[in-house]
């Protein structure tokens, strides 16, 4: 097999165990014909789990790995662990040309460390930056960085904007994603210099498969009027989460509302196949995976607590972002957008 | 009467008009007996409208503005004309004495802008912050900035820690607030320079009445944990607009979701009374009131859109200001922290 169509999995990353993640690889591998996997991590345990999937074992490579990063591990120290963990020899993989994207649902921090470390940051990149799919009212949107990059400055922003669109062209499935800066007003004159600056250079850019729309606000990031959304990595983690804690604090109030008083209890229990609805819109299982981007080489994080469903859909990103050879596309862009900046 | 128990209104300001502030005024007269008013904006339409609240008649004085400031208008324009529009001069009644803070649902900018030219920053404040109160799992939390310094060194987020636990004394009646700074981890090495930084200067200061909890990432905002969130403007602008933003987006799936069928529909017109509770502890009229920290003077913003209630609550954090008299608290607190630190 090519190194095109293959994936490599981290098998033992992940709160939910490696049977889990198996599962979801399997559920992947159904969805997305063709692609095969590299499945790193504990030899005997992987294969006595492929038992169950006689279809996914026929598609895969076990790649044994004798040790595993544990998610409360510092970064700085799983790094000089990175030969010998399930995580490091899954990018090492796609360093060596074997896998052409690598996933894991181990720590963040150590996988981001890691790749940058192995695969090292593209060339006309300063940084890479990390990427997701959140839900709005109509379909997903792209945001970046989400942490990578506490602190940015003006080229950074631009050059997220650029591979945020060309990642939004192949997960969103877009010919010319809507991009906007998370900015505290939409006026010209708000914001940091950094933030205004970046908008004057990418109002420029306008051979770019991208629309520029110039600035949007946290209370519009739902509303389904961009594709993509660029900001620092402190600001878009805190935006990320303060999303993530909100919805889940709108639904413990849901919860409590619902379960204080019989008649509520019985309208709940009428209305259930609306909030599951709801449920579904909302979870982060179909949204799953977080992607490292500016590196040369795929990297996708899916959340540690992801299930079956939430693997699969991780896994397929990934597949796809190899079928339209996503390193390559960013690289294009980049030099067009130099050129056309020249 | 003494400037002491009054409160200047702009009258004129919000986009509910003169008669939503009036009666909101009224009503937080009547909660907060012996409370008087100057009521600043034109004064034949204020006349007028003052016929409906004979009480508040009673309790009040108008003091005639012959222009208003619009909700569009630059700060910068805005504060040329400060001397002639109800927003500047119920600001300059809290700088002459004659009142002892000032309340408009108008332009935050411009607001922001006249406050910090008419009353100054106070002495050994480096910037003012804006502090508002948002809703959580147990009672409110207090957060800043909110977006009146897009960026802000340590200093400055020790100085809102400072100033935001007074205010939490006052506005949510607390001894001794638990404060946190808003970071993207929750270990130490975290964040920014300016954030650690902060950390380990808030750290050491043991005998203030407040007790530091660390970081908080913006999932855990409204889980209860702490009752003061500092962090520059930027990412605090984002996270309360990302936390409006998502509490409005779910409500929205859960009104799609609830109208999706028949039996949904019914399930949500029995449920309807849980609904309701939902929504009166999310609606911003319940946590209305924005307050300017950091001035020789006190001064609240009241959301533009803000119902009777909205006012009346906002007027009411005002009042409580006043009462604990907030600026001296504020001031000595500072120079106990100076000189702790020293």
Redesign the interface.
């Known amino acids: 097999m090519t190194s095109g169509s293959r994936i490599a999995v981290d098998a033992m990353g992940g709160d939910e165990g490696l049977a889990v993640m198996l599962a979801g690889v399997a559920r992947a591998r159904r969805r997305y014909e063709g692609t095969e996997f590299l499945l790193v991590g504990d030899e005997d345990a992987i294969r006595a789990g492929l038992d169950n999937h006689p279809g996914l074992s026929a598609a895969s490579e076990v790649v044994h790995a004798p040790e595993i990063v544990s998610s409360e591990e510092k970064p700085s120290q799983a790094i000089r662990r990175a030969k010998t963990t399930s995580m490091g020899i899954a990018i090492d993989l796609v360093k060596q040309g074997r896998a052409a994207a690598a996933v894991s649902s181990g720590n963040t921090g150590a996988l981001m460390a890691m790749s940058k470390l192995s695969l090292r940051t593209m060339a006309g990149i300063d940084r890479p930056a990390l990427a997701a799919l959140l839900p709005?009212?109509e379909t997903d949107l792209v945001m970046l960085d989400l942490?990578a990059n506490?602190?940015c400055d003006m080229r950074n922003l631009v050059e997220f904007a650029v591979m945020g669109a060309a990642y939004a062209r192949t997960a969103l499935d877009l010919e010319k994603p809507r991009v906007a800066l998370?900015n505290?007003?939409s006026e010209e004159q708000?914001?940091?210099d950094k933030v205004r600056d970046a908008a004057a250079k990418l109002r420029g850019a306008v051979h770019l498969p991208l629309a520029f729309k110039g600035y949007i606000?946290?209370?519009?990031?739902?509303?389904g009027d961009v594709d993509v959304v660029v900001?620092d990595?402190?600001?878009g983690?805190?935006?990320?989460?303060?999303?993530?804690?909100?919805?889940?604090?709108?639904?413990?109030?849901?919860k409590r509302?619902?379960s204080?008083?019989l008649?509520?209890k019985?309208?709940?229990?009428?209305?259930?196949?609306?909030?599951e609805?709801?449920r579904s819109?909302?979870d982060p299982n179909n949204h799953n995976g977080a992607v490292f981007l500016g590196l040369n080489g795929l990297v996708v994080k899916s959340h540690g607590g992801a299930n079956e469903v939430g693997v699969a859909t991780a896994i397929g990103l990934a597949a796809k972002m190899v079928r339209d050879d996503l390193t390559r596309r960013i690289s294009e862009d980049l030099q067009n957008f130099e050129a056309e900046a020249a």
């Open positions: 709005s009212l942490g506490a602190e998370l505290i007003g708000k914001g940091t606000e946290g209370d519009r990031l739902s509303r900001c990595g402190f600001s983690n805190i935006a990320l989460k303060t999303a993530e804690g909100t919805a889940r604090f709108v639904g413990d109030l849901l509302a619902f204080s008083s008649r509520s019985v309208g709940f229990l009428i209305s259930r196949p609306a909030t609805l709801l819109h909302l």
